[in-house]
């Protein structure tokens, strides 16, 4: 049988949540989802977005609930992803602050989703308890700061990088190796060692994205992001810095190997790479030559 954990108006908080219990061992689902996301009248009526677990895991669910209010994950945040923040009163200095609507600004909004079926829209407001000041979020989400919280650092990748860029080897979900980690960390050592260069991304102190080139073989050995973080540019800036330095060092064809029909090859052949032969256990071959990269280079 299942029942609700947790309900909440906001769907990126449902999902938060969700995610944590099933981290935890703890099967999770997110009901009426939809309704929140599309028709805010029944998602009030339905008291929002509910996360169901099993009547089996509620003592589970309620021991991983006391380790969040205690702050126990917010260490583990920190320590992946340096330091956060957190939203403060810009009066008092207190963190008690709760996101709050004005009156007025609530009709107005109730018009609109009246007529427009909008969904609602997340508040901008925040109403300290300490003080009761209102004040305007600053988190980035809300006011879209010049400098995000979460900083991307590129350096060049050195002997010392390979113990890190292995573990994110092995997290990723696509183009999988069958070789073994030790195989991996012997060529990444040997590349970044004499026969080319490598490049990371760093947030906070830990790597979540690496590429590694091969200048012998004018080949892009090895390009990969962690999991938690595709999609936000990292892959796309390691990518144009390895492409770069192969083609200042050379104007012939650069080349990787890359499965099919996968994300991985859909970002090639937007960066004007083209598969040109088949590799063992299916894998592509892809080549890029430095007319493609020059027409892809400004758009990419």
Same mark, same amino acid.
Request: net charge positive; hydrophobic share 45%.
């Given at each position: ?12 908080l ?7 219990l ?12 939809y ?11 339905l ?5 169901l677990?099993?009547?089996f ?17 917010a260490?583990l ?21 709760? =996101?709050? /609507?004005? %009156?007025?600004?609530?009709? #107005?909004?109730?018009?609109? !989703? ?6 609602? &829209? @997340?508040?901008?407001?925040c ?15 809300y ?5 995000p ?19 994110v ?13 030790a ?9 970044i ?11 906070g ?10 200048? =012998?073989? /004018?080949? %892009?050995?090895?390009?990969h #992001?962690?999991?938690?973080? !595709?999609?936000?540019g990292?892959?796309?800036? &390691? @990518?144009?810095?390895a ?8 104007r ?7 499965r099919?029909?996968t994300?991985?090859?859909r ?7 083209a ?26």
């Amino acid at each position: 049988m299942l029942v609700t954990a947790a309900r909440f108006f906001e769907l990126p908080l449902a999902y938060i949540v969700r995610g944590r219990l099933e981290v935890e061992g703890i099967p999770a689902f997110v009901a009426f989802a939809y309704h929140v996301g599309n028709n805010w009248f029944q998602a009030v009526g339905l008291l929002g977005a509910h996360v169901l677990i099993s009547s089996f895991d509620v003592d589970d669910a309620v021991a991983v609930g006391d380790a969040a209010a205690a702050g126990e994950y917010a260490a583990l945040i920190d320590d992946m992803f340096g330091p956060f923040d957190p939203l403060r009163c810009p009066a008092c200095g207190s963190a008690d602050c709760v =996101r709050r /609507r004005p %009156l007025w600004q609530s009709c #107005v909004r109730a018009v609109v !989703v009246f007529f427009t079926r909008i969904p609602e &829209l @997340h508040p901008r407001t925040c109403l300290c308890r300490a003080c009761r000041t209102q004040f305007r979020a600053k988190w980035p989400i809300y006011d879209r700061p010049r400098d995000p919280q979460i900083a991307f650092a590129f350096a060049e990748a050195t002997l010392v990088d390979v113990e890190e860029i292995l573990d994110v080897r092995r997290r990723v979900s696509e183009n999988t190796s069958t070789d073994s980690l030790a195989a991996h960390a012997g060529r990444y050592s040997e590349i970044i060692a004499g026969g080319g260069r490598g490049w990371v991304c760093r947030i906070g102190p830990r790597i979540y994205g690496f590429a590694l080139v091969d200048i =012998r073989t /004018r080949e %892009l050995a090895a390009l990969h #992001v962690h999991p938690y973080l !595709v999609r936000n540019g990292i892959g796309r800036q &390691l @990518h144009n810095s390895a492409v770069d330095f192969l083609f200042a060092r050379g104007r012939t064809a650069i080349h990787a190997v890359c499965r099919p029909r996968t994300a991985a090859a859909r970002f090639f052949s937007k960066a004007g790479w083209a598969p040109v032969d088949f590799e063992a256990a299916g894998a592509w071959a892809f080549e890029l030559t430095p007319e493609d990269w020059q027409r892809r280079r400004a758009k990419f």
